[in-house]
């Protein structure tokens, strides 16, 4: 019986933990506007593979799935993305119009629930990442 427990859990955790939406593409940047990436890479190994991680820019929200990533198209000015689970996490960005940002967020363990982690990253390294991302 013990068995059988083990393996439902692991399947629930397991199952839909990967962004299905489409590959990772560059979006078409309106003028006067910049671009936020916000994104997660799907873990191979640790913490948090079945949970969502919130994350707001601004007045735009998202709830990240693992592998997941969305651009919000903002306007020039600071931008307070942010994050909040046993913790709370915040990048703070002066957006110049048309430019591309890059934030990336994850779930670490925590003392009762998950934590959040947020990091602003070069395009390089974001670029590198995305590519096994989905959109949401």
Not at 78 to 97: F, G, R, T, Y
Not at 101 to 113: D, H, I, L, R
Request: one cysteine or more; aromatic letters at 8%; a neutral charge.
């Amino acid at each position: 019986m013990t068995r059988i427990g083990l393996f439902a859990a692991i399947a629930a955790l397991s199952a839909g933990c990967a962004v299905q939406g489409p590959a990772y593409e560059k979006a078409n940047l309106p003028p006067a506007k910049a671009a936020v990436y916000v994104y997660r890479v799907y873990p191979t190994l640790g913490f948090g593979a079945g949970l969502l991680l919130p994350v707001s820019c601004g007045d735009n929200s998202i709830l990240l799935g693992p592998g997941g990533y969305h651009v919000f198209n903002v306007e020039r000015g600071e931008l307070l993305c942010s994050s909040h689970m046993e913790n709370s996490a915040s990048v703070q960005i002066a957006v110049e119009a048309g430019h591309e940002y890059y934030v990336k967020g994850w779930p670490s363990m925590g003392v009762f629930n998950a934590r959040v982690n947020l990091e602003t990253v070069n395009a390089e390294t974001a670029g590198a990442e995305l590519r096994d991302c989905k959109r949401q």
